[in-house]
Structures are given as C-alpha cells and as structure tokens.
C-alpha cells in the first residue's frame, strides 16, 4: 500500500491498524473463555463432582421407574405430572454435572464426553427437549402422547448412555 500523504499519516494507519488486530485477540480470547465455561470447566474437587452426578443420575433413574411404575400399573396416576416436572428440572442440569477430570473412582462417565463436546451437548439438548416433551404430554392427560412421549424421552437417555457411559 502506497502512502500518498504525510508521515504522520502513516503512523496513524500503523496504530489504527493495530489496535484492530488487538481488537480481534480480545474478542476471540473472551468468546473461547465464554464458550469454554459452557461445559469443560476443570473442577478443585473430581471426586465430589463424580458423586454428586451420580446422586443427579440415581435420581432421574427413580423418577423414570415411578413413571413406568404409573404408567404400567395405573397407580398413583395424579402424581405422573409431578415426576414429569422433576425429570425435566434434572435434564436441565445434566449440561453442568460433567467437569472436565470428574471421570474418576468408580465413575462410569466415559471419556467421550469431553472428547466430543458438542456431540455431548447434543445428548443432553435431546435430554432436555424430551423430557420437556414429555411434561406437556403429561399436562394433556392425553394418553396417547403420554406414552409417544416417554418412548422419545427413554430414546434420549439410552441415545446418551450408548455413547457415553460405560456398559457396566
Ligand atoms: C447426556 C447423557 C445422559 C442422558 C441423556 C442420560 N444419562 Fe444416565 N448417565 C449418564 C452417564 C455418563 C452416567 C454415568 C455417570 C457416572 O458414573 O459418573 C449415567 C448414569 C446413570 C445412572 C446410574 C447412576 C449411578 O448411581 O451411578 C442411572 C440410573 C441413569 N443414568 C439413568 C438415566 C435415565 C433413566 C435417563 C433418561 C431419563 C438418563 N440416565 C439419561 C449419561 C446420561
């Protein structure tokens, strides 16, 4: 690039030109802590986090055996839509449940999940949307989409678990 006019010119186009690329290095560096923070955060207390996300897990799985339990048996019908509620609160917290180093003692989380995180967000999104689903079937009382949704919501958990978690 040529300069058609003073020096100062020149010097004014350098800093301009500059402070741009600095500019771009901000952005990119908070847009990777931004991101980052999503789901691979490394935790001061692995252990702690695997038990806890086991506590989480174990009780998404109750919450699951009451619905078929009601579903199959007819028992305690006006209780579905609770257990639909506290499966979808859970599902939200199945994005946060998995720092990165937390696959340690007798955890079953494979290493996929941090390996492939987006794919891993994808499992838990099916999780969330699923069991969203599945709250607003049990709110119609429609039976009919009540069972529809829990086949989608059991596709969800056994679409993560195949990938994801190890076969014990
Ligand atoms: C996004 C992934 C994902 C989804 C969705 C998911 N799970 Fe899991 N689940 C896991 C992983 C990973 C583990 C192993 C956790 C560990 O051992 O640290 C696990 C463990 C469990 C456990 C054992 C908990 C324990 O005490 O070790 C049960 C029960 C369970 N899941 C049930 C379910 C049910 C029922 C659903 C669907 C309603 C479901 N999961 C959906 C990933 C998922």
Redesign the pocket.
Known sequence: MTYPFSPEWKLIHFFGAMSRVTTMKVIRLMTSLLLGSAVLIASANPEGE?RY??GV??S??GH?TAISMIMRQGIHRDSLKFHADA?AALAKK?QSIYPEGS?VGR???LPA?WEKPDA?RK??QR?IDASEAFAEAADSGDQGAVGQALRG?GG??KG??DD??AKS
């Open positions: 695997a996300r086991q897990m174990t998404v799985g699951m499966l199945s696959n955890s079953e989380a999940i891993f499992a838990t999780f919501l969800s958990c993560c678990h994801f978690r």
